[in-house]
């Protein structure tokens, strides 16, 4: 004799199908895995924009979706993680200047470079600084990629407000930005050796080798087996003895399995 459910919990299920369902709807027509992701932290921000609208089920948000490319363009845009900074926690800024950047040109001709989930583009134009203060940016290319189109044009557009440039030293505020109406545009010659593309990290192929990448505050919302996948995918993007830089709440616990070892705080070197 079968149990009977305890009260409340048909809701439950049915809301957990309902989900369930617009996620693989979303894998399917994006090819954007949001399973992969925190589920708790996803749910309830696309929860939030579901109800911003209206729609009481994520089937009826789902056939809104299709119909309307202006809401799609919005969920793509609330769902993906669009958090940069200029300079962010400078002290690892410096050591990649100070240390790993020159140990890395002395041994390339030509360095190759990947800001991965880069935003709106602070993460790829700090680099590209770095690079022209060392004289390197004449042989260096830094791939920026990103799988948000909008945060994309952003970047390539190059327009911060002031207040997004707290971090950035002055003499590199007036060497490589443009006073604007509303803030800061970024010098033409800054972004030469900037490629910025669109680019799923889950889903696509991956580029390289790279001398250095570059994926900071990003892998702390997918789930522990996303982030298996990641690393390792990120290491054989690397050429023996690249850098993995990752952010101040990344730390790798066990780099060895995917043929990397510490290298220096949040700083990982591919093993020869």
């Known amino acids: ?20 369902r617009f996620i693989e709807q979303i894998r399917t027509q994006t090819r954007i895995d949001l399973s ?11 929860t939030t924009l579901r109800l911003k609208h209206g729609y009481t089920t994520f089937a009826a948000y789902w056939d809104a979706l299709r119909k309307s490319p202006e809401l799609m363009e919005e969920f793509l845009d609330r769902m993906t993680i669009n958090v940069s900074e200029f300079w962010r926690n400078p002290g690892r800024w410096e050591v990649l200047n100070n240390r790993f950047l020159p140990e890395l040109l002395s041994r390339t001709t030509k360095l190759r470079c990947w800001s991965a989930a880069c935003s709106t583009g602070e993460e790829p134009y700090t680099l590209a600084m770095l690079l022209e203060e060392l004289g390197a940016a004449g042989r260096s290319e830094i791939d920026a990629t990103d799988l948000d189109r909008g945060v994309l044009a952003k970047a390539q557009a ?4 002031a207040r997004s440039l707290k971090e950035v030293p002055r003499a590199f505020l007036d ?12 010098k033409p010659e800054l972004r030469r050796n900037i490629r910025f593309r669109q680019h799923n990290l889950l889903d696509d ?22 982030k298996t996948v990641l690393y390792r995918k990120f290491a054989e993007a690397l050429k023996p003895g690249g850098i993995l830089f990752v952010g101040s709440t ?8 995917y043929g990397l070892e510490t290298a220096d705080t949040f700083f990982y070197r591919r093993k020869a």
């Open 1 to 20: 004799m079968n149990e009977p459910l305890p009260a409340g919990s048909e809701p439950v299920r049915e809301a957990d199908a309902d989900f369930s």
């Open 36 to 46: 992969q992701y925190k589920e708790n932290q996803m749910k309830r921000r696309l």
């Open 158 to 161: 190059g327009e911060y407000h």
């Open 175 to 186: 060497r490589y930005f443009d006073a604007a109406q509303t803030g800061y545009t970024v």
């Open 205 to 226: 192929s991956y580029s390289g080798p790279y001398d250095l990448i570059i994926c900071r505050n990003v892998m702390i919302y997918f789930t522990e087996e996303a």
């Open 250 to 257: 990344e730390q790798i616990f066990s780099p060895a399995e």
